[in-house]
């Protein structure tokens, strides 16, 4: 069983910046595919960028320029720059290796 705990969140001026971190607690980390997700009031969940075993990453259109994922053996990180009113979400971890496993989750609000 794998544990995501995200950390980092919280409220922030429009064009700020937060980064999130997410600890995990599992064995050959690296052999997962992992990535931060969002989900809006309303809206459904959205991938928001990922980090494939090879170390492809991919970002989502929104967040490309602005949002920088990384990873070592045992975290993942999500570095949020220039932050706007539309990136008002919960954050979610994901990690992937056989089975999908998600962190509870961590709130990103961008307000004046």
């Known amino acids: 069983q794998v544990q995501l705990v995200e950390s980092g969140g919280g409220l922030v001026q429009p064009g700020g910046s937060l980064r999130l971190s997410c600890a995990a607690s599992?064995?050959?980390?690296?052999?997962?595919?992992v990535g931060w997700y969002r989900q809006a009031p309303g809206k459904q969940r959205e991938m928001v960028a990922s980090?494939?075993?090879?170390?492809t990453i991919n970002y989502a259109d929104f967040v490309k320029g602005r949002f920088t994922i990384s990873r070592d053996s045992a975290n993942v990180f999500l570095q949020m720059n220039n932050l706007q009113p539309e990136d008002t979400a919960v954050y979610y971890c994901?990690?992937?290796?056989?089975?999908?496993?998600w962190g509870q989750g961590t709130q990103v609000t961008v307000s004046s």
């Open positions: 994901h990690a992937y290796w056989v089975h999908d496993y």
């Open positions: 599992a064995m050959m980390f690296h052999i997962y595919r």
């Open positions: 980090i494939n075993t090879a170390g």
